[in-house]
């Protein structure tokens, strides 16, 4: 059972634009939502996290949004870049329970120059 | 620091044979994971550790065993390989407490193939 729905699977833009990637939850529990980046031959990193008390949080070019009502997330990237070609992936944790984090399937970014 | 490590890099196994993906941690984090990672499919659980001596099965543990006897290693055994097991291994640590401000550390992988 997929906890964490994310799409697209796959995304291409021109410099300068604005991908956006989405998640959707069914878990109501859930209270914490990170976003990972990866790049190939690497670990996903923490890129930016968010929890349900706000709606929206930008750290950098990076923006994520969150409709606690609707059970979705979704993270915006402001003029990207060749070098933000990566794999993103959502996820989302109860942080006074378990203490699994359940990832999305991902979704591979590509910035064309 | 450097970080979460994992040995080795590459693998191939032939069906039947066993391996030890190592890995360690210089953090001094209490919390350790393993992943896998196939096309498509994200990261998928498969054990994980509290503090040295607990371990927990994740969402796919079938096929696996783990030991945490230190807080820095924590190496994960694969019994049997089978081609099903083929597929990229992350191990992770964090701290522990709340994840906002405890975030996964990962290593950067180990690519395991079974034939």
């Known amino acids: 059972q997929q906890q964490v729905k994310q799409s697209p699977q796959s995304l291409i833009v021109q410099k300068g634009g604005i991908p956006i990637i989405n998640c959707a939850y069914e878990?109501?529990?859930?209270?914490?939502f990170p976003w990972y980046q990866q790049f190939p031959g690497k670990g996903p990193a923490l890129l930016i996290a968010?929890?349900?008390?706000?709606s929206e949080k930008k750290e950098g070019r990076f923006t994520i949004s969150f409709n606690k009502s609707a059970k979705q997330f979704s993270l915006h990237i402001m003029d990207s870049q060749p070098g933000d070609s990566a794999t993103y992936f959502c996820?989302?944790?109860?942080?006074?329970?378990?203490?699994?984090?359940?990832f999305g399937k991902g979704t591979k970014l590509t910035v064309n120059p | 620091n450097a970080g979460v490590t994992q040995t080795p890099k590459f693998r191939i196994l032939k069906i039947g044979q066993s391996m030890t993906l190592q890995c360690t941690q210089d953090?001094?984090?209490?919390?350790m994971y393993w992943y896998r990672q196939d096309p498509g499919m994200g990261l998928k659980l498969i054990y994980y550790?509290?503090?040295?001596?607990?371990?927990d099965k994740g969402e796919v543990p079938n096929g696996y065993n783990v030991s945490r006897s230190t807080t820095e290693d924590f190496p994960l055994r694969l019994e049997l390989a089978a081609p099903s097991q083929t597929s990229v291994y992350f191990c992770?640590?964090?701290?522990?407490?709340?994840?906002?401000?405890?975030?996964?550390?990962f290593g950067n992988g180990t690519r395991l193939t079974v034939t």
């Open positions: 953090m001094n984090h209490n919390y």
């Open positions: 878990n109501t529990a859930f209270d914490y």
């Open positions: 996820a989302a944790s109860n942080q006074g329970g378990s203490e699994k984090l359940v």
């Open positions: 992770a640590s964090r701290t522990g407490g709340q994840g906002y401000n405890s975030p996964l550390h």
């Open positions: 968010i929890r349900p008390d706000v």
């Open positions: 550790s509290v503090g040295a001596g607990i371990t």
